[in-house]
């Protein structure tokens, strides 16, 4: 189900302190959730977890990330600039990017970060735009369908990431003549999947390829990159996903194909990570009884655009009406001007006053990250709740001046909110 871990009085005392919308995020379930993602593994010696950057890209929470001994994945120039800027250096940085400009290859080595290849032809690049260093990642696409048991997870073959398994085998082949002495293997097969036995399955399919690629090629094969893609229970009726029966069913799976040891685990784990650790409060402020009922809120697809994107569910409880009957359905929309900026449609919810605090569940990942300024709206801001209960302001909300800086028009100052 999803997290209910924080009262209401939480997020009443933080729409006194911040005018919503508003992200809040619980500092103490990030910490909680690295730590046990690090015990879950803890069988395996080298095993890090690069936290996806795109999933929450706010310096406040890469350096808790750091501090619970976690690395960044980074896919743009601008993610590279924030892990650096954070105090990620070296191997604590993987660079998984696709189609991007060569020119992040060169950022991405002169960080010393692990370059995880996506292409056959970005060999070259790479070699143009930074040099091949010693180790390398190459992504792996098996193609078709991503099956557990009887059920299809994903579609590689219609994903444009990764490289089939002979391309693999050639780009290698290569990197070895152009120095590289250790590689390592990563594929991302099923986004927000459910399944426990998804980083089981997959740790099997990399680490036979792994070896199969190290006989054929004279390469050490070093780690491989589970990658992100663990779900998490958006819904009332889902369960967690047990972190620490996986990592023992990947214990399981390595023991019996790598008895010897000797490569290394890594995940980039975004959604999992910080996904239930994260709330968008917002208010009520508008109420429409046409052929439906609506509540209109102050915040909208600019917010958190999975909704408007995927249809995705967030649950939404409405503060002090918790154990109130939900006996009103609802469709709870922003203000843009399209008709899928829905929080919530046909919802059953308790009566809403105008002024209520609704809190929508589970945006810690990909939720502020996705924003956009559609219609001209703004980004809210973001607010860390401390492990000592302090409510600290770890992003401003976005004003008028944010959206005119790139244009060339004169506005006058209090029209840009300052
Ligand atoms: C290369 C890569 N790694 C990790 C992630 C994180 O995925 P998730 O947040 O689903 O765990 C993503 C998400 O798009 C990704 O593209």
Redesign the pocket.
Known sequence: MPNFSRGDQVFADAAQRFPTPFHLYDEEGIRQRARLLNRAFSWCPDFREYF?V??LPTPAILRIMKEEGCGL?C?SATELTLAKACGFAGEEIMF?ANAMPPEEYEQARGLGAII?LDDASDLDLLAAHGGIPEMICLRYNPGGDFSIGNTIMGNPGEAK?GMPEDQLESTLEQAVGQGVKRFGL?A?LS??TMAAGYYPQLAGILLRLGKKLAERCGAAFSFINL?????IPYRPDEQEIDILAVGEEVRKVYGEICPEGGVALKS??????T?PCGWLVTRAVHEKKIHRDYIGVDACAVNLMRPAMYGAYHHITVCGKRTAAADRVYDVTGCLCENNDKFAIQRKLPKIEIGDLLVIHDTG??GYAMGYNYNGRLRSAEILYTGDGEYRLIRRAETPRDYFATLDVDCAAEELGC
Request: glycine share 20%.
């Open positions: 996806a795109k999933a994945d896919s998984s995880n990431y990563h991302f986004s927000n990658s992100g893609g663990i779900g980039e784990l975004g959604r999992w990570m996904g990942a990909h």
